[in-house]
C-alpha cells in the first residue's frame, strides 16, 4: 500500500476498526460547534481549570461529570500544536523505568482510558507492542526490568533470533537488549483530547477558548480569575497549563524549566514494513540517548502528519520560553534523528516529510508535580511538570486534580509527586 492510500486508511488487523472511526477532521468540527454555542456563560464555578490541553480537558470531564460547576480557560483553541500535547501519537507503557512508583496510576490509567472509550465509542488505545532496546547495565533497561518484576508487568526477553524473526526492521548493536511489553501500545492525544472536551460539554461544563488569564487572586473566601475578556469567582483553582505553568504558580515556578524538543515524520524504503499492525513502537537507549518512534498511523482518522514519527527523549534540552520558543525546523535536529535511524532502523529514513517543535516542562527530579500549591493548600490544585513522559497519565492524572479540588485528597498513590519534595 503506497502513502497516498494510507493516509485515509490502514493495512492493518485494525482496519475495521480505523474505518469506523469520525475523521479527526469531522470530531474537531463538532467540537468547535460545542464550544462555539457557549456564548453566553456564568461568573460563578465550583472550580476553574487553568489551561484545558489534556490534562486540562480530562479535568473538566471529571469534575462536570461529578456535578460540580466547572469553567475551563483556554488561550489558544483546542486542541493547539504549541504546547506540549499533540503530536499524533504518545507511548503508553506499564514496565516504567522512570520510577516503579508510577505503575499504580498506570494501572488507573488503563482503566479510564477504556472507559473513555466504552463511553464515546471510539478506540484511542492501540496495543501495538513496545519494543525496549539497550545495554543490560542502562539504568532505564534496569527500571524496566526492575517494575516489570515488581508488578508482575508481562515483559518478553527476546533472543537475537526471536527479534529478527518478529521485528526485521531492526539491527541493534553487539550486546544489546531486546525487552518487549506486549500491552503497551500507543494512544491517539488531539483525538482524545477533543472526545474529553466533548464529554465536559455533555455534562455541563463551561469551556472559552482563546481566552488568556491575566491573573489569580483570593477574593471573598475563593478565588478571582481574571482574564483578557472577562472576569470569573470560583471556590476551588486547578492548574494545568502546560508551559505556561510556572507563570500562574508563584513560588513554584522557579522548579520548572521549559525545554524545546524536535520530532519529525520519515518515509521510510518500504512503507508497509511500518505499518500499523506490521511495526510496533519502541525505544532505543544509546550513548545516553533515548529515541522513540511509532508505526505509521493513517491521518485521516488519527491526525497527521503522514509519515514514521521519531524523536529524542531529552529532558536536557534548549531552554526556553514559551512565548518565544524557536519552531522552526532545524538541520541538526533532523540530522540526530536520521542518524539513530541509520543506526538502529536502517530502511525507516530515505527523506523527512515533515518535523514540528514541542515543549517539555521538566521538574529538577523529572517526575511531575501533583500538589496543592504551596500557600494554597485545599484550595489550589497543581497539575505539572510532566517532562515529556505525561499523556500516558493523563485519564488518572485528571482524577487525582478531580479528587484534590473538590474533596481534599485522592485514593492514589501520589506521594513521591508532592511539590513538598522541593522545599
Known amino acids: 500500500m503506497d502513502r497516498r492510500r494510507f493516509i485515509q486508511t490502514a493495512s492493518t488487523a485494525s482496519a475495521a476498526t480505523l474505518a469506523s472511526m469520525l475523521p479527526i477532521a469531522d470530531l474537531h468540527a463538532r467540537v468547535k460547534a460545542g464550544l462555539d454555542k457557549l456564548t453566553q456563560i456564568p461568573q460563578t464555578y465550583d472550580a476553574i481549570v487553568l489551561g484545558v490541553g489534556s490534562m486540562g480537558a480530562a479535568t473538566c470531564f471529571q469534575l462536570a461529570r461529578q456535578g460540580f460547576r466547572v469553567l475551563g480557560l483556554e488561550q489558544f483553541d483546542i486542541p493547539h500544536e504549541l504546547g506540549s500535547h499533540t503530536g499524533q501519537s504518545r507511548i503508553i507503557r506499564k514496565a516504567y523505568a522512570e520510577h516503579p512508583d508510577y505503575v499504580p496510576l498506570l494501572e488507573r490509567a488503563y ?30 533497561i534496569k527500571g524496566v526490568k526492575f517494575s516489570s518484576g515488581k508488578y508482575q508487568i508481562p515483559l518478553q526477553a527476546l533472543s537475537i533470533e526471536e527479534a529478527g524473526r518478529k521485528f526485521p526492521q531492526f539491527r541493534l548493536p553487539h550486546g544489546f537488549e531486546r525487552l518487549l511489553e506486549p500491552d503497551a501500545g500507543l494512544l491517539t492525544p488531539e483525538r482524545s483530547i477533543l472526545l474529553y472536551t466533548e464529554l465536559a460539554l455533555r455534562y455541563g461544563a463551561f469551556i472559552r477558548t482563546r481566552e488568556k488569564v491575566r491573573s489569580w487572586t483570593r477574593d471573598n473566601g475563593g478565588f478571582l480569575v481574571k482574564t483578557d475578556l472577562g472576569d470569573y469567582q470560583a471556590k476551588k483553582l486547578i492548574v494545568t497549563a502546560g508551559p505556561w505553568a510556572g507563570s ?19 518515509q521510510p524504503e518500504r512503507w508497509d ?17 533515548a529515541f522513540y518512534g511509532f508505526p505509521i498511523l493513517p491521518a485521516g482518522q488519527l491526525g497527521g502528519p503522514v509519515g514514521l514519527k521519531v524523536a529524542m527523549h531529552y529532558p536536557g534540552g534548549e531552554v526556553t520560553l514559551p512565548d518565544v520558543v524557536d519552531r522552526r525546523s532545524r538541520k541538526e535536529d533532523e540530522e540526530i534523528l536520521v542518524e539513530a535511524l541509520r543506526q538502529h532502523i536502517p530502511g525507516a529514513w530515505t527523506a523527512t516529510l515533515a518535523m514540528k517543535t514541542c515543549l517539555y516542562t521538566n521538574t529538577p527530579d523529572k517526575d511531575f508535580v501533583l500538589d496543592f500549591l504551596p500557600g494554597y493548600e485545599g484550595d489550589v490544585v497543581i497539575g505539572a511538570g510532566f517532562s515529556g513522559h505525561g499523556f500516558k497519565f493523563v485519564s488518572a492524572v485528571s482524577e487525582v486534580l478531580s479528587d484534590l479540588a473538590m474533596k481534599g485528597s485522592t485514593s492514589l498513590p501520589i506521594g513521591f509527586l508532592r511539590a513538598s519534595r522541593f522545599s
Open 273 to 289: 514494513d511500518f505499518t500499523l499492525g506490521n511495526f510496533p513502537c519502541w525505544i532505543i537507549e544509546h550513548d545516553g540517548r
Open 248 to 266: 500562574l504558580l508563584p513560588g513554584l515556578d522557579r522548579h520548572l524549566t521549559v525545554t524545546r524538543q524536535a520530532m519529525a515524520w520519515m
Open 111 to 140: 482503566e479510564n482510558w477504556k472507559a473513555l472509550e466504552e463511553e464515546t465509542g471510539t478506540q484511542v488505545y492501540f496495543r501495538t507492542g513496545l519494543l525496549y532496546c539497550g545495554q543490560s547495565e542502562d539504568p532505564f
